[in-house]
């Protein structure tokens, strides 16, 4: 079984900060994705990487995927109270049928 | 407005009575799944499917079962709940193998006591 963990579990922070929420595995991932997920509703995809080493942005949202496929971060600069959420890593098994989802991020940006 | 939709979306139930959660996609998506949340263990896949008539087990399977006799639904069937059950359960589609992009419905929350 494939493993993901993320880190940390919980995170609050001051609008204006910046941080960095990370997700790792001994296993190789066909791609990683990233999720949002807000009280009362399904997870909401953000991003996926599939290339080791590749980095992508989604305005202040920074994502990169290791280069050796086994983990990834996610980077937010200059936090905003709109980007609380549970943030969710899920790595693509090589059969591609089945994700496996970290424990998750819970996030909380002060005004 | 492509979305996926569960129903219901509360339920509170006794043991050993049977349910079901209704699940529809309407993207035309091949690939549906079933998914359940729980504190500290995150969102694990109990089903799967692969288009009409084929399905498959995933990580948690075992109390549950699925049919898929159209490509728009993919019901969840509890035969004979028990409180282990009790969780925040998600049904997902997709439109290609990979990458295994999910689009998740807005989640039933299911209590057994």
């Known amino acids: 079984t494939q493993l993901l963990e993320q880190s940390p579990q919980f995170l609050s922070i001051q609008e204006g900060e910046n941080l960095t929420v990370y997700c790792n595995s001994s296993s190789v991932f066909s791609s990683l994705q990233w999720y949002r997920q807000e009280p009362g509703e399904g997870p909401v995809l953000l991003v996926t990487v599939v290339t080791g080493g590749e980095v992508k942005k989604l305005k202040r949202l920074t994502f990169q995927f290791g280069d050796a496929r086994k983990d990834s971060s996610l980077h937010i600069t200059a936090a905003q109270p709109g980007d609380t959420g549970l943030y969710l890593c899920?790595?693509?098994?090589?059969?591609?049928?089945?994700?496996?989802f970290g424990g998750g991020t819970r996030l909380m940006v002060k005004p | 407005e492509a979305q996926v939709t569960q129903n219901p979306r509360y339920l509170i139930t006794v043991t050993g009575k049977k349910l079901t959660v209704t699940c529809s996609q309407n993207m035309n998506h091949e690939y549906m799944s079933w998914y359940r949340q729980d504190p500290g263990l995150g969102l694990r896949q109990i089903y799967y499917s692969m288009n009409v008539e084929v399905t498959d087990k995933g990580d948690v399977p075992e109390g549950y079962k699925v049919s898929r006799k159209e490509k728009r639904n993919f019901p969840l069937i509890l035969e004979s709940p028990s409180p282990n059950q009790t969780s925040l359960y998600f049904c997902?589609?997709?439109?290609?193998?990979?990458?295994?992009?999910?689009?998740f419905g807005p989640g039933t929350r299911l209590t057994v006591t």
């Open positions: 899920a790595g693509e098994n090589n059969a591609g049928n089945m994700l496996t």
């Open positions: 997902a589609s997709n439109k290609d193998r990979r990458p295994y992009e999910q689009y």
